[in-house]
C-alpha cells in the first residue's frame, strides 16, 4: 500500500542548530516528493519539490531536501533554524504518472524552537 | 500573489446537521481538491474536481459528501448529516493544469466542529 511515514511526531530544536525531519515512503514507483509546512492558522504551504533530476533540492526560507532512492526517503534539512521556523511539517507523495492525482500525506512532525 | 481561501474559517454545528464548507480556488487553476484532517491524524485526500466533475473521490466521500462549482469562482464541500466523526480541519487546493508537472496550492483550512 501507498504510505508516507514521518517518525518523529515531535522535535525541538535549539535556535540557530541544524534540523533535519525524516520522511520515509512506500510507493510502487518514484513518485513526485513534496515538503509542506503549516504554521497556525496557515495553509499549508510548499516548501520544496522534487519531480527527477539532482537529487539535492532547494526549498523556500532555506530549506532543503534530498531524495534517496535507495532508501525510500525524502529527508528535509536546514542549516540554522530560527524561531520563525516553528510549525508542522508534511511529507507527501504524488503519482507521476496520473494527472491530477491526489496526494498522500505523513502525519507531520511539529517543531518548536528553543531560545 | 494568488492565493486559495476558505471560509468559514471555523464552523460548529450540531450533529445531523448539513454543513457547506466553500473555497475559492486559484481563479486560472483547472484541478480542485478536499483533503481533511482529523485532530492528530494525517491529512487524507477527499475528493477531486475537474472539468465539472469528480475526478477522483477516496472511501471517506460517500453519499453524505457531495462537492459543486456553482459559479465558477467557488469550489464548495456539503457534508449532508453531519457525524461526530467529521469533525476535523478541511482543507481545499487547486492545481493549475490538468498533467504535467505543478503543484498543489492549499487554502488554510475550515474547522469543522460537530456537538
Known amino acids: 500500500a501507498q504510505s508516507v511515514t514521518q517518525p518523529d511526531i515531535h522535535i525541538t530544536v535549539s535556535e540557530g542548530a541544524s534540523l533535519e525531519l525524516r520522511c520515509n515512503y512506500s510507493?510502487?514507483?518514484?513518485?513526485?516528493l513534496f515538503w509542506y509546512v503549516q504554521s497556525p492558522g496557515q495553509g499549508l504551504q510548499l516548501l520544496l519539490k522534487?519531480?527527477?533530476?539532482?537529487?539535492l533540492v532547494q526549498g523556500i526560507k532555506g530549506f532543503e531536501a534530498e531524495f534517496k532512492r535507495s532508501q525510500s526517503s525524502f529527508n528535509l534539512r536546514k542549516p540554522s533554524v530560527h524561531w520563525s521556523d516553528a510549525a508542522e511539517y508534511f511529507c507527501a507523495v504524488g503519482s507521476p504518472s496520473q494527472a491530477g492525482t491526489a496526494l498522500i500525506f505523513g502525519k507531520g512532525t511539529t517543531l518548536s524552537v528553543s531560545s | 500573489e494568488p492565493e486559495v481561501t476558505q471560509t468559514p474559517s471555523h464552523q460548529v454545528t450540531q450533529m445531523g446537521q448539513e454543513v457547506i464548507l466553500r473555497c475559492v480556488p486559484i481563479?486560472?487553476?483547472?484541478?480542485f481538491y478536499w483533503y481533511r484532517q482529523i485532530l492528530g491524524q494525517k491529512v487524507e485526500f477527499l475528493v477531486s474536481f475537474y472539468n465539472n466533475e469528480i475526478s477522483e473521490k477516496s472511501e471517506i466521500f460517500d453519499d453524505q459528501f457531495s462537492v459543486e462549482r456553482p459559479d465558477g469562482s467557488n469550489f464548495t464541500l456539503k457534508i449532508r448529516s453531519t457525524k461526530l466523526e467529521d469533525s476535523a480541519m478541511y482543507f481545499c487546493a487547486s492545481r493549475l493544469l490538468a498533467g504535467g508537472i505543478n503543484e498543489q496550492f492549499f487554502g488554510p483550512g475550515t474547522r469543522l466542529t460537530v456537538l
Open positions: 522534487y519531480f527527477s533530476g539532482d537529487t
Open positions: 510507493y510502487g514507483a518514484t513518485p513526485y
Open positions: 481563479s486560472n487553476h483547472l484541478y
